[in-house]
C-alpha cells in the first residue's frame, strides 16, 4: 500500500514566478491537507481539501490557492513567489482525521 | 486559537536510557486529540503516537508513552530505552473539531552512542 507521495522533491524558482505542487494521498483516504514548514519551525496549516473544494484555509495569502481532483490528489499553486515562500511544503491525507504525511516538497526562491 | 508550546529546543540522551520531551497547550475545546510526530533528516513527518482526550489511560507505542494530564493542559512523551535511530525532531500537535493540526516549534532530540 503506496503511503502519500508528493512531486517534485525539490525545487528553484526565481522571485515573481509561479510554482504547481503536486500530492497524490494514501489510498483510501479522501481528505487533503498542506502544510508549510519553513526552517527550524513547525509546519503551520495552508488549507484542508475534502470532496473537491476548500474546506478551510489557515492564515495564508490569496496567493497560495489549491485544488483536489475526482481521484483525491491535490495540487497547492502559489503564484509571485516571494523570498519568504522558502520551505518544505507537507501534504497530509487522511480519513476520519487520523492525518499521514508525504515526504514533502523543498521549495527554494532566489 | 489553539496553541502549542515546547520549551525545550534541544535535548540529548544517551544510547538505553529514558528522556522526556515536555509539551503544553492551550484550547477551550474538550473533545480534541493530542500527537507526537517524528521528524528525522529525511524529512517525513512519522507518527509517534496519539491520544484522545476523552481518554483517561495514557497512550503507549511500544518504547514510547505519554503523560496526558488535561487539567494541566501538559501532554510529554517518555522515549524508554533510546535508540540511535530515535535521533530527529520531534513535534507536538493538537487537534480539534477543525482537524487541522497545529505544532509545536519542535525539540531537537539526539541520542548519544
Known amino acids: 500500500d503506496a503511503g502519500v507521495t508528493q512531486s517534485p522533491t525539490h525545487l528553484i524558482k526565481t522571485r515573481g514566478q509561479q510554482v504547481t505542487l503536486r500530492c497524490s494521498p494514501k489510498?483510501?483516504?479522501?481528505?487533503v491537507s498542506w502544510y508549510q514548514q519553513a526552517l527550524g519551525q513547525g509546519p503551520q496549516f495552508i488549507f484542508q481539501?475534502?470532496?473537491?473544494?476548500?474546506?478551510q484555509r489557515g492564515n495564508f495569502p490569496d496567493r497560495f490557492s489549491g485544488h483536489q481532483f475526482p481521484n483525491y490528489s491535490s495540487e497547492l499553486n502559489v503564484n509571485a513567489l516571494l523570498l519568504g515562500d522558502s520551505a518544505l511544503y507537507l501534504c497530509?491525507?487522511?480519513?476520519?482525521?487520523?492525518?499521514?504525511f508525504g515526504p514533502g516538497t523543498r521549495l527554494t526562491v532566489t | 486559537a489553539q496553541t502549542v508550546t515546547q520549551s525545550q529546543p534541544e535535548m540529548s540522551v544517551q544510547e538505553a536510557e529514558t528522556v522526556t520531551l515536555s509539551c503544553t497547550y492551550d484550547?477551550?475545546?474538550?473533545?480534541?486529540?493530542l500527537f507526537w510526530y517524528k521528524q528525522p533528516p529525511s524529512r517525513q513527518m512519522i507518527l509517534v503516537i496519539r491520544?484522545?482526550?476523552?481518554?483517561?489511560q495514557n497512550a503507549t507505542e511500544n518504547r514510547f508513552s505519554v503523560n496526558f494530564q488535561k487539567a494541566a493542559k501538559s501532554f510529554s512523551l517518555k522515549i524508554s530505552d533510546s535508540q540511535l535511530g530515535d535521533t530527529a525532531m520531534y513535534f507536538c500537535?493538537?487537534?480539534?473539531?477543525?482537524?487541522?493540526?497545529?505544532f509545536g516549534k519542535g525539540t531537537k532530540l539526539t541520542v548519544n552512542p
Open positions: 484550547t477551550s475545546e474538550s473533545n480534541y486529540y
Open positions: 500537535a493538537f487537534q480539534g473539531g477543525s482537524e487541522k493540526l497545529v
Open positions: 491520544q484522545e482526550a476523552y481518554k483517561q
Open positions: 481539501y475534502y470532496e473537491e473544494e476548500e474546506r
Open positions: 497530509a491525507s487522511s480519513l476520519y482525521g487520523l492525518e499521514y
Open positions: 489510498s483510501g483516504h479522501d481528505t
